[in-house]
């Protein structure tokens, strides 16, 4: 699962994923935590043909049944394998309410020394990541006011050699029965796809990032914005 990682400026995403400028007036900071505002790219909702749309929400998806903006429990990454049963994912995976998460990095956690050391995942070729997302929009029925959120797909990395090493090791299970996690990339080429496509075109795109578009390592702090030329 990821829990951290920097965005890309509002420019930035504008021009990579060729949206309109100027859709969102306040952009938020770039380094990124549960529950914190976020950007996310979905289709239009308002528009009849097939247009994309920058939206600013919590990293953190709120389910139509919640009562609460702050939920109780962890919604910022969502188990692929569970989108079509888990009741706050199900209404809308079966909408077809599919995101991209624009990332700059995302930060894993790697246990092999004994500690937690956060390592720092870039793209090899400086383009962001477009990471696969849900979004959904909730209503609190006191006030009417609408609140954007999204959550981050992840799928078993068992058998990536990259992904495989991040995160603790359970101990109620062994080597070779961890499930371990990963996000899911989109590439830039395929964005139209996971955004309009029917649930089997979107799943048919549903993997961990290839390891040879990865750039990782050990990094100290928290995460922080760094400059990319795109």
């Known amino acids: 699962m990821c829990t951290r990682y920097v965005s890309p400026s509002q420019a930035a995403i504008e021009r990579y994923w060729q949206l309109r400028p100027g859709q969102v007036p306040v952009f938020p900071p770039p380094n990124l935590y549960p529950r914190a505002p976020g950007a996310f790219i979905r289709r239009a909702v308002h528009e009849v043909e097939p247009t994309r749309e920058l939206v600013i929400g919590q990293w953190a998806l709120i389910p139509n049944f919640g009562k609460e903006p702050k939920l109780l429990y962890s919604t910022n990454n969502a188990r692929f394998e569970e989108l079509a049963t888990k009741a ?37 070729d400086g383009a962001p990541w477009g990471l696969a997302g849900l ?37 109620k299970f062994g080597p070779d029965e961890q499930d371990k996690r990963s996000v899911v990339s989109i590439e830039a080429a395929d964005v139209d796809q996971w955004l309009y496509g029917t649930a089997q075109d979107a799943s048919a795109l549903v993997q961990a ?22």
Request: a neutral charge; one cysteine or more; proline letters at 12%.
């Open 88 to 124: 706050s994912y199900k209404a809308p995976w079966a909408k077809a309410q599919r995101c991209i998460i624009p990332a700059a990095s995302f930060d894993e956690p790697c246990w092999e020394t004994g500690r937690n050391v956060w390592w720092r995942f870039a793209r090899r």
């Open 135 to 171: 979004w959904n929009a909730w209503t609190d029925f006191r006030t009417g006011e609408v609140h954007e959120s999204y959550t981050m797909l992840t799928v078993n990395a068992d058998d990536h050699p990259l992904m495989r090493r991040m995160h603790k090791p359970d101990p």
């Open 209 to 230: 990032p290839p390891p040879e578009l990865i750039e990782a390592g050990p990094v100290d702090g928290a995460p922080r914005a760094e400059p990319r030329l795109l």
